[in-house]
């Protein structure tokens, strides 16, 4: 089964979709020993905190990742810093991102560190890339315009985990600069759960394109009153 949506895989080649899956597949899974490794080694009585973890998971990951990835046609380059690593495959980028302790409520209201030089380029970069194909469908329409969505060039693997609950989510996709529609993803998938909709194609691979925010359902909360909390309230009031 591939990590990539169907809409992506029909823009490239199948030697380019099958490296890029190759790298996505042990990304993954560096991650998910990584961050078992640090939850069993994570000992606050030497003075472990969650900057501890999350330095400890950037390194090990970063290092687990190396190892994984021994395909040559796959490259690993480091922007002249040892933070900026990405890896390089035929022409997309792929960084990997750790993006908060605690799984989102909505991935698309997550964005890239703005701070960030480097990351602030990844979404700069993706938008230049979208727009240009969008100037081209001016010309040649497509049948469908989010299409142009998937000439993203720079894609990111954002994870979210701490040393209590571990490894709690792996998202995969293409960040924008800016948001648009409710997303600051051009498009998203989760890899490691389910939790986001998708659309399940016959052949079971599941794949999600930007939903905006607007359309996204609220959960169901249910709340009960007992029995003397209206009077309690109403006390409390001046």
């Given amino acids: 089964m591939s990590f990539l949506p169907e809409p992506l895989l029909q823009?490239?080649?199948?030697?380019t979709a099958d490296l890029l899956d190759y790298a996505v597949d042990h990304v993954l899974g560096a991650?998910?020993?990584?961050?078992?490794r640090e939850c069993r080694d994570h000992d606050p009585s030497v003075g472990d905190n969650r900057y501890t973890f999350g330095q400890n998971v950037y390194h090990h990951s970063s290092f687990a990742i190396r190892k994984r990835v021994t395909d040559a046609r796959v490259g690993v380059t480091a922007d002249n810093h040892p933070l900026c690593w990405r890896l390089e495959i035929r022409g997309i980028t792929m960084r990997v991102y750790k993006m908060g302790s605690h799984l989102p409520l909505n991935i698309h209201t997550e964005r890239l560190e703005p701070t960030s030089a480097a990351k602030e380029l990844v979404g700069s970069l993706n938008d230049q890339f979208v727009q240009l194909e969008l100037d081209i469908d001016a010309a040649t329409p497509r049948t469908?315009?989010?299409?142009?969505s998937y000439a993203a060039r720079e894609l990111v693997v954002g994870h979210f985990g701490n040393p209590d609950s571990g490894?709690?989510?792996v998202f995969f996709g293409a960040p924008r600069r800016e948001m648009?529609?409710?997303?600051?993803?051009?498009w998203v998938v989760r890899?490691?759960?389910?939790?986001?909709?998708?659309r399940v194609d016959e052949d079971g691979v599941s794949w999600?394109?930007?939903?905006p925010y607007s359309e996204l359902k609220a959960?169901?909360?249910k709340l009960e009153l007992h029995d003397g909390a209206g009077e309690q309230v109403n006390d409390e009031k001046p």
């Fill in 191 to 198: 890899l490691d759960a389910g939790h986001l909709p998708v």
């Fill in 144 to 148: 469908d315009p989010d299409e142009a």
């Fill in 208 to 211: 999600e394109r930007t939903v």
């Fill in 219 to 221: 959960p169901e909360i």
């Fill in 31 to 36: 991650l998910r020993d990584t961050y078992e």
């Fill in 180 to 186: 648009q529609n409710g997303s600051y993803w051009n």
């Fill in 167 to 169: 490894l709690m989510g």
């Fill in 11 to 15: 823009r490239l080649d199948s030697e």
